[in-house]
């Protein structure tokens, strides 16, 4: 069994930074794809952010040059550093792991960027 446990969301001003964090356990391979994806209220999951276990990343258009997701492989951890916020960062804000074909999801933290 997979389990994936979210911290850093919160309130924070436009323009102020968050740092989320996820954290994986239970059986997973070395080779897999960590992530980020956001869900504002009355809209669609998006992803956000994601990252290879080689490295790789790939980036939403809306939050590139802003945020950055980076890994560390030996504590199976995700992060994703939040720079630049703006309102319509606003969401609910989900760690994925994907192994293969399977999806795992944790349960999600608020993120609220005031104006």
């Known amino acids: 069994q997979v389990q994936l446990v979210e911290s850093g969301g919160g309130l924070v001003q436009a323009g102020g930074s968050l740092k989320l964090s996820c954290a994986a356990s239970?059986?997973?391979?070395?080779?897999?794809?960590m992530g980020w994806y956001r869900q504002a209220p009355g809209k669609q999951r998006e992803l956000v952010a994601a990252?290879?276990?080689?490295?790789?990343?790939n980036y939403a258009d809306s939050v590139k040059g802003r945020f950055t997701i980076s890994r560390d492989n030996a504590k199976n951890t995700v992060y994703l550093q939040m720079n630049s916020l703006k309102p319509e960062d606003t969401a609910v804000y989900y760690c994925?792991?994907?192994?293969?074909?399977?999806?795992?999801w944790g349960q999600g933290t608020q993120v609220t960027v005031s104006s």
């Open positions: 994925n792991l994907r192994i293969i074909a399977a999806d795992y």
């Open positions: 239970g059986m997973i391979f070395s080779i897999n794809v």
């Open positions: 990252i290879t276990s080689g490295g790789s990343t």
